[in-house]
């Protein structure tokens, strides 16, 4: 199954486009806006939750999310929205636990590109379901480390000490991951 | 394994963002100049945004949460010509209407205006400092856009500290504007600074800071 391009269906039903929406959110349409986050609160709040592990927590990124969302539309331009939205939103909570670290020196990974790459276009179709699929076909150490590596927001480091995996160990099953999601949305994509 | 397989897994780890900043680093300067690497990262890098797509879950935030979030855009849409600045919270925004004068406005989050009225500045080059009992908001106008990769970072340094505690990151605006809501208290807070740092923040300065803020005890 395949999704209708660039799009995603709201708790009500109505399915939106966001490249739509976020062309009208640059002039300043607050009900486009409105649209965007009854189809994609569940995502950003979902991301934030993982990642931080408190609701309260997870609220305010998700504010400061849909806000900054408002306030610099032009940040999106092209490729796979709810894929930047989570980048973004992962971003937001790893900013937040850095800024309440009881310990300065504690390690926080690099925040990754916000920037709207048009390579993600490839997989911007994908429904989500299929995505979690893929997945769930990983053996269950690579699929722990992609997830404990993107929701967790965990370092290399942190995700060999996590799993008591060597740390070479960990870097190559992320890529023997990493290429097998693609290898399979690939065969999706292209069907 | 040669070395450059290594190489090959570390742009999967930075794909994936599990890696820390000087490592990030490495792999983008080696990025510059090796094309077998940019192709592996151009390669996982959609994988890694199709899985962060994927993050739904079936928790849901409070309603009040869109009612706040709608209450400030349709706000920022009504009061100004001119495009809003990036508020990480609504409190955050009521200051502002508090430090533009523009009288008693009730906001969410337990907190009214008049309540702020209370809060003392603290005026610096590029802007001031709202010192609130829980947080301090830094208000900044005309801040010159920070360099490509590059964001601004916010630091404070706790009364008989030696060091500073990195804090929240930030971009102005198109006009140079923020409000960033620090998570630190005034009572406790002997200063706060601003520096530019790499996306993502530094856990110390790795710049001149552009901006020390002493927090007076009141």
Not at chain 1, 70 to 92: D, I, K
Not at chain 1, 143 to 163: C, P, S
Not at chain 2, 38 to 48: F, G, I, K, M, S
Not at chain 2, 116 to 138: C, H, I, K, N
Request: aromatic share 6%; hydrophobic share 45%; glycine share 6%.
């Amino acid at each position: 199954m395949r999704g209708d391009a660039d799009e995603a269906r709201r708790n009500d039903g109505l399915v939106v486009n966001a490249t739509e929406l976020m062309e009208r959110v640059r002039a300043r349409d607050a009900d486009a806006f409105e649209a965007l986050y009854d189809a994609y609160h569940r995502l950003v709040y979902g991301v934030a939750l993982r990642v931080l592990a408190d609701p309260a927590s997870a609220e305010d990124v998700t504010q400061t999310v849909f806000l900054k969302l408002w306030s610099s539309p032009g940040s999106f331009r092209e490729g796979n929205f709810p894929g930047w939205l989570a980048r973004v939103t992962r971003n937001r909570a790893l900013d937040l636990l850095r800024s309440r670290a009881a310990h300065p020196q504690l390690e926080f990974p690099e925040a990754m590109p916000e920037d709207d790459a048009l390579e993600d276009t490839v997989f911007a179709q994908l429904d989500r379901e299929i995505v979690r699929r893929a997945l769930g076909r990983l053996a269950d150490h690579e699929r722990t480390l992609v997830e404990l590596g993107f929701f967790g927001g965990l370092t290399h480091q942190e995700l060999a000490r996590r799993t008591n995996t060597p740390l070479g160990t960990v870097k190559t099953r992320i890529r023997t991951a990493l290429r097998k999601l693609r290898t399979a949305l690939d065969g999706v994509a292209a069907g | 394994m040669n070395a450059h397989d290594e190489m090959l897994d570390n742009v999967a780890a930075y794909a994936l963002g599990a890696l820390n900043a000087g490592e990030a680093r490495e792999v983008v300067v080696h990025m510059r100049t090796c094309e077998e690497c940019c192709a592996e990262y151009d390669a996982l890098r959609p994988v890694v945004s199709a899985v962060g797509s994927a993050g739904e879950s079936d928790a849901i935030p409070s309603p009040l949460l869109k009612a706040r979030i709608m209450k400030e855009v349709r706000a920022q849409g009504s009061r100004a010509k001119r495009p809003s600045l990036a508020i990480p919270y609504a409190l955050a925004a009521a200051c502002l209407l508090l430090a533009a004068g523009l009288g008693t406005v009730v906001v969410e989050q337990h907190q009214t205006i008049a309540e702020l009225s209370t809060a003392r500045r603290v005026a610096f080059a590029q802007g001031e400092v709202l010192v609130a009992p829980d947080r301090l908001y830094v208000v900044v106008r005309g801040l010159p856009a920070p360099p490509p990769g590059k964001v601004y970072q916010t630091w404070t340094l706790a009364r008989g500290a030696k060091a500073v505690t990195p804090s929240v990151t930030f971009t102005p605006d198109e006009h140079g504007d923020a409000v960033v809501a620090i998570p630190a208290s005034g009572a406790t807070t002997a200063a706060a600074a601003i520096s530019v740092e790499p996306a993502g923040g530094s856990q110390q300065p790795t710049t001149k800071p552009v901006a020390v803020i002493p927090i007076q005890s009141s």
